[in-house]
């Protein structure tokens, strides 16, 4: 039997990884794959060893309390990996992770596939040894990414984003909005403080008194909260309860975060795959983000772009505003998102942007990166 293992650990990484699984079983009818991933990969028939949430931690401080548990956890799945020995193993992102994993695995002749190309245009360019010693081929998401492996002896395809093909090149804010049962002349912002608990731990009470400010100076304002666990969901309610603004006027949704952004006029999002989601479905948007004062000192210490949000980094420009750390505070988060209620040419302008963003990145993804994989199954 035809066995492939892989690791997803996010929520971001599972949809890739779905996305792929359905694409390599279009041509491979039997093959089986395991490891660790979230619900959308086991809804394709994933065999989940461990819950994708174990490694779902962000940030130096944050993963050094989780440490032991995380390490136990990999050693275990090396030991089960090397003991089965797969056609391949696919690490979807999650690089501190997987690149441990990979390095060990492609010593023992097990094909190592990396799926998103770790950030070394933007935080770590001194891993390139690293990832070289660990992976065998790369599935890069973004188009200048291939052209840093050159002269190395690791294979890179761009694969785009499935992202990009899955989200439609125009979304009817009219109708998503009937849909929510929102009115057509209400303002809304959506507000997306993260996808992990780590990240509402920073990033939910400063969304809500940023929320709060919005409404003293446009009373009509509506604000859309996709929440992407029942967990998150607890973490945003305690939050509004503690800032006593519980009755204000919040949808909180279970996902569905692709409908909250079309049918908002702006959004705030904590910096990660969601500006990018934010991006392909051609909304303005304000980035934020926080994290421990320990983890912010290491991380501003790595970073050489001037961009974090990945709209920013793939237009080579300043297109919608970022806000890190201190900077991420309510009043310069509501001016800024202000200035995008207000005004509609700017608005116009990055909507046009976006749409040059989301055609590049639109390539077929999942069949590019079966293509690219189903080389290394054909000799198992």
């Not at 569905?256 to 959004?267: E, K, N, Q, T």
Request: aromatic content about 8%.
């Amino acid at each position: 039997m035809l066995r492939i293992a892989m690791v997803a650990g996010e929520a971001s990484s599972d949809q890739l990884a779905a996305h792929l699984i359905v694409a390599l079983k279009s041509h491979l009818p039997q093959v089986q794959f395991y490891g660790i991933g979230g619900p959308k990969m086991q809804r394709e028939g994933f065999d989940s060893l461990w819950p994708a949430e174990k490694l779902a931690v962000r940030g130096y401080a944050e993963v050094l309390r989780h440490y032991r548990e995380i390490t136990g956890i990999r050693r275990k799945l090396l030991q089960r990996i090397l003991k089965d020995k797969p056609a391949a193993f696919i690490g979807v992102d999650g690089s501190d992770f997987n690149l441990w994993l990979e390095k060990r695995l492609k010593r023992k002749g097990i094909p190592t596939i990396h799926f998103v190309s770790p950030s070394i245009w933007a935080w770590r360019k001194n891993r390139m040894n690293k990832i070289v010693r660990a992976v065998t081929h790369i599935l890069a998401i973004y188009p200048f990414e291939p052209k840093l492996y050159e002269g190395t002896p690791v294979t890179c395809s761009y694969v785009g984003h499935p992202l990009a093909d899955v989200i439609p090149l125009e979304i009817d804010q009219a109708v998503m909005r009937e849909r929510l049962g929102i009115a057509q002349d209400r303002p809304v912002v959506a507000l997306l403080p993260g996808s992990r608990q780590s990240e509402l731990h920073f990033m939910a009470e400063t969304f809500i008194e940023t929320a709060k400010l919005l409404l003293a100076r446009y009373p009509n304002l509506h604000f859309l909260v996709p929440l992407v666990s029942r967990e998150t969901r607890v973490q945003f309610e305690t939050a509004l309860w503690k800032l006593k603004a519980d009755e204000l006027p919040f949808t909180l949704m279970f996902g569905h975060a692709a409908d909250a952004i079309a049918a908002s006029d702006a959004v705030l999002v904590a910096s990660g795959t969601a500006t990018l989601e934010t991006a392909l479905v051609g909304r303005p948007m304000v980035i934020a983000y926080k994290m421990s004062p320990w983890s912010w000192r290491l991380m501003r210490g790595m970073r050489y772009l001037p961009w974090v949000g990945l709209p920013n980094i793939l237009a080579g420009r300043y297109v919608v505003p970022e806000f890190l750390q201190d900077d991420a505070n309510p009043e310069n988060l509501a001016q800024a998102l202000g200035n995008l209620l207000t005004d509609r040419q700017v608005r116009a302008g990055i909507t046009r942007v976006f749409a040059s963003v989301h055609r590049l990145l639109r390539q077929n993804t999942a069949e590019k990166a079966a293509a690219a994989v189903l080389p290394y199954l054909a000799s198992a």
